[in-house]
């Protein structure tokens, strides 16, 4: 019994050491391909408007391109430091990528992520849910590519099918689906869930400015929750 007690835990130790190898070679191709991907759809971005503004002549001058950027900067920026940072824990690191490169993070990749990780049953931040996620977002990125190519082709006939009503609604779309990914999450964890939309409601309704709404609701929610992850820890220690 004794040598069949050691066989078993060696068979698992060699099971877990080659999964983790595993996860590290698909992060090393992640960070490869995932960084080149980002890198070359950088440089691509900058062709337009070079080509606009110095073949046919259309450049706008430097103020204004610098007037824009401060004043984009001013509104958005603050976003490319924070979208990274709150992603993450629900697109992985080749989620993030993917996300990343073909867009749509938050009425997207998010909730596809989290539905294909529900799916399996995993648990959100483990190798197994990274993995489902990745997969996930993969399928909805190259599906959006297949509508969005679609949508421009016929785009035209598709406004004037649409009817006004219908057209109108559409602006309630990324609230129901921030509201879809809530409720689902929430349903794991509802005292954080309840935290989250307390927090969000009185950040929303407060003379604080818009640019810095968005980062006190998520920076006062982790917080609230990692207090009371340190204090529940605390108990039962």
């Known amino acids: 019994m004794a040598v069949s007690r050691t066989v078993d835990v060696k068979g698992k130790s060699i099971e877990a050491r080659s999964e983790t190898m595993g996860m590290e070679a698909f992060h090393h191709q992640s960070d490869f391909w995932g960084r080149l991907t980002l ?3 950088t440089a691509v971005s900058f062709l337009p408007p070079l080509y606009f503004s110095f073949v046919l002549g259309y450049h706008p001058g430097w103020s204004a391109i610098l007037g824009g950027l401060i004043g984009y900067a001013a509104f958005i ?3 490319w430091f924070l ?9 992985g690191k080749s989620g993030t990528y993917i996300a990343f490169l073909t867009g749509n993070i938050a009425n997207m990749c998010m909730p596809c992520s989290a539905s294909a990780q529900e799916a399996v049953g995993a648990e959100p931040g483990t190798k197994k849910a990274e993995i489902a996620g990745t997969l996930g977002i993969a399928t909805a990125s190259l599906t959006n590519i297949i509508v969005v190519v679609i949508t421009v082709l016929g785009g035209t006939v598709l406004l004037t099918i649409i009817p006004q009503p219908v057209q109108e609604a559409l602006k309630y779309i990324l609230p129901a689906i921030y509201g879809g990914v809530l409720g689902q999450f929430a349903l794991k964890k509802p005292l954080y869930g309840l935290i989250a939309l307390v927090i969000g409601v009185a950040i929303l309704f407060s003379p604080i400015p818009s640019l810095f709404k968005l980062v006190l609701c998520v920076g006062l929610t982790v917080s609230a929750v990692l207090m009371m992850e340190k204090i529940k820890e605390t108990k039962i220690s």
């Open 39 to 41: 890198w070359i759809l």
């Open 83 to 91: 979208e990274p940072i709150t992603y993450y824990p629900v697109l």
């Open 77 to 79: 920026g603050v976003m």
